[in-house]
């Protein structure tokens, strides 16, 4: 559905991504997930077709940008990092005005609003104008707006940026059924709970280089099942076990207070990159 060979961009001496390749199945959510300044966004946006490669090949379910722009960008629906929405206009005009641009007809329009706003609860929003939405609100007209022409693949850049927890949990409740409704998913996120809660899959991205890509279990299953954080030298050091009995053993060992929990993905993280995501 998504395939990325070898995707290079720099911005004068700074290599924003170096050889980046992955591929993303049919069906799927597929998290990016790193620190800010890791490549994420650049890679959505050439993705997209909002900034040009340096080298490197992208196709979305089969089609090049190179070879059929337009149809290209029929396969994808975006939801940006920040607000783009015409704060102006109601939440229905912002719809209509999207679907015209994509060629749908006024009735096809109409019956999708109808569709999408029920389905992002926002159905008693209709005719009010956008500014008058609170920030988790319009976070889901910005999905509702990328998914109104029936993309197969949805990007989403940091879709939970600036939300309460309370929101941003909402928000992974309506991204589950998206998948569940058939939709590829993209997400890139330096949260490592919506990481760990959304996706099938996660590639971890450092510094414009993928250097880990799996299922979210697999990654923490590399470095073990159960943690044990202790003081040391004024710093929090972290140790690994595969089970709790082996935890356990070594920690009645230590004199140092400890704490026992379970391994994460932001353990994995840090075992991959030597940092956390932040």
């Known amino acids: ?39 994420k966004t650049t890679t959505i946006r050439i993705l997209t077709g909002l900034a040009r490669r340096d080298s490197g090949k992208v196709r979305l379910n089969g089609c090049s ?3 059929n722009p337009l149809e290209y960008k029929t396969n994808f629906g975006l939801v940006p990092q920040h607000t783009n929405l015409d704060v102006d206009l109601s939440v229905e005009e912002n719809l209509v005005i999207h679907g015209r641009l994509y060629g749908m007809s006024g009735r096809e329009i109409s019956a999708r609003i ?43 850049d940091e879709p939970s940026v600036g939300l309460d927890p309370a929101i941003r949990r909402s928000l992974w409740g309506v991204i589950k059924k998206i998948k569940g409704d058939g939709a590829t998913v993209f997400l890139t996120t330096h949260y490592i709970e919506e990481a760990e809660f959304l996706a099938d899959r996660v590639a971890f991205l450092d510094a414009g280089r993928i250097v880990a890509d799996a299922r979210p279990a697999d990654l923490m299953a590399e470095i073990g099942t159960w943690a044990i954080d202790i003081l040391q030298l004024n710093r929090i050091q972290s140790f690994y076990f595969r089970t709790r009995q082996e935890a356990n053993q070594w920690a009645a060992s230590q004199e140092s207070e400890f704490t026992l929990r379970r391994v994460s ?9 030597g940092k956390k995501v932040e």
């Open 1 to 39: 559905m998504i395939e990325v060979q070898n995707l290079r961009k720099r911005f004068g001496s700074y290599t924003a991504l170096d050889g980046v390749s992955f591929q993303v199945k049919p069906g799927e959510i597929y998290s990016y997930l790193g620190p800010n300044g890791a490549g």
């Open 65 to 67: 940008i190179d070879d």
């Open 114 to 156: 109808d569709e999408l706003l029920k389905e992002m609860e926002l159905g008693n929003k209709r005719k009010i104008t956008v500014k008058k939405l609170s920030g988790g609100q319009k976070r889901r007209l910005l999905i509702a707006r990328a998914l109104l022409h029936h993309p197969k693949i949805l990007f989403l």
């Open 265 to 273: 993905l932001e353990d994995a993280f840090l075992a991959k990159t």
